[in-house]
Every structure is written in structure tokens, then in C-alpha cells.
């Protein structure tokens, strides 16, 4: 059975990176399929931030692009998250999730979530 | 950007009643539209994907449809765990791909 983990530190300063990590487990990262992010807030709902490919290969929502980051490490089955100069506007639960290009175009498997403020 | 808006924002229904949640696009999203159900603390389940196919053990009493910028979900006959949060989600053409904010379907 495929599960996704998101880790990370749950409180971080406002001018900060936050960093997540999600854990893929029961199956290989290099499997094909994409593996993406997604935040929900009160006020803004659900966004998407970026899939990534284990190639490396990504696609991000322009919103975000110059504070966000999609990496992935192969060889710990793992992808993480990176968002500079945070705001209280970032904090939120943030979701890792499998994203399923070729046969669904959804994200067909996600993680229970992480919650994450930002505050001084 | 594309705007998905999600009617009604509650829905109250009791078990064994027919439920029809609506998903309007700003901009035709062809039929890339996906719908989600999400309960407190768990992760969000993939139901529906490419506006009309039930995604991998999702209940056949789950059904969608539409087309462009108006797409349904349709719970035939509510069981009691269908009660939660359900969401649109639309992936057309280039990012960004965006989330409707829900529809609570309540008891």
C-alpha cells in the first residue's frame, strides 16, 4: 500500500524557508509518476504548488515561482518543499500528494497533511 | 487563472437522499476536472477524475458529468460516510491548476 508522510517543523518565523519533506513508502519515487505539493488555507482554499518528476523534471505554479523549490532524492524515496521569506500568509496545512499525469491527470494519492504556522 | 466555483457552499441532506454538487469554470477546462472528498484529519481521496471516471474502489453511487465550464457530482443515495467536504479541481492546458473552495455536505 502506497503512503505519502509530509515532515517538517510545524513553526516558523515570519522572513523564513520553510522545508518540508515528503515520505514515499510501498513504492519506488522513481515509479512514473509525478509527485506534488499543495497548501490549503481558510482564505485562499486549496493551491497547487508544483509537481516533480524523478527525473528531476518540474512544472510549478507560476504564483509561486522565485520563492518555492521541488526537489526529490531518489535514493531516500523522499521529495521536499522549499518556500522563502514566509509570511503569516503561508501559514497552512501542506499536503504532498502523487500526481498521475499519463492515466488519471489528478493527484491521485495524498499524505494526511501537515500543519505549519508561521509566526514570531 | 482559472476560477472554479463550487455551488451549493452546504448541503444538507440525510442518508439514502440524492446529493448534486456543482462546479462552474471561469474558463473551459475541457473535461479536465477531478473531484475530491476530504474529512478532518484524513488525507484528501481522489473520486472522480476526467469529469466522469470513478477513480480505484470509489462506489459506483459516485457518478459525474458535464462538459467545458459546468461539471456535477452526483452521490446517488448518501451513505453515512459520505458526509464531508468535496472539492473541484481542474487541470487543463498549462498550470496554475486550481481547487474550487468546496461544497460541506452535511447531515
Known amino acids: 500500500q502506497v503512503q505519502l508522510q509530509e515532515s517538517g517543523p510545524r513553526l516558523v518565523k515570519p522572513s523564513e524557508t520553510l522545508s518540508l519533506t515528503c515520505t514515499v513508502s510501498g513504492s519506488s519515487i522513481s515509479s512514473p509518476y509525478y509527485w506534488g505539493w499543495i497548501r490549503q488555507t481558510p482564505g485562499r482554499g486549496l493551491e497547487w504548488f508544483g509537481s516533480?518528476?524523478?527525473?528531476?523534471?518540474?512544472y510549478y505554479n507560476p504564483s509561486f515561482m522565485g520563492r518555492m523549490t521541488i526537489s526529490i532524492d531518489t535514493s531516500k524515496n523522499q521529495f521536499s518543499l522549499r518556500l522563502t521569506s514566509v509570511t503569516a500568509a503561508d501559514t497552512a496545512v501542506y499536503y504532498c500528494?502523487?500526481?498521475?499525469?499519463?492515466?488519471?491527470?489528478?493527484?491521485?494519492?495524498w499524505g494526511q497533511g501537515i500543519m505549519v504556522s508561521v509566526s514570531s | 487563472e482559472n476560477v472554479l466555483t463550487q455551488s451549493p457552499p452546504t448541503l444538507s441532506l440525510s442518508p439514502g437522499e440524492r446529493a448534486t454538487l456543482s462546479c462552474r469554470a471561469s474558463q473551459s477546462v475541457s473535461s479536465y476536472i477531478a473531484w475530491y472528498q476530504h474529512k478532518p484529519g484524513q488525507a484528501p481521496r481522489l473520486l472522480i477524475y476526467d469529469t466522469s471516471n470513478r477513480a480505484t474502489g470509489i462506489p459506483a453511487r459516485f457518478s459525474g458529468g458535464g462538459s467545458g465550464t459546468d461539471f456535477t457530482l452526483t452521490i446517488s443515495s448518501l451513505e453515512p460516510e459520505d458526509f464531508a467536504v468535496y472539492y473541484c479541481?481542474?487541470?487543463?492546458?498549462?498550470?496554475?491548476?486550481?481547487f474550487g473552495l468546496g461544497t460541506r455536505l452535511e447531515i
Open positions: 479541481h481542474q487541470r487543463n492546458d498549462l498550470p496554475p491548476y486550481t
Open positions: 516533480i518528476y524523478h527525473s528531476g523534471s518540474t
Open positions: 500528494a502523487r500526481d498521475d499525469l499519463v492515466r488519471t491527470n489528478a493527484l491521485d494519492l
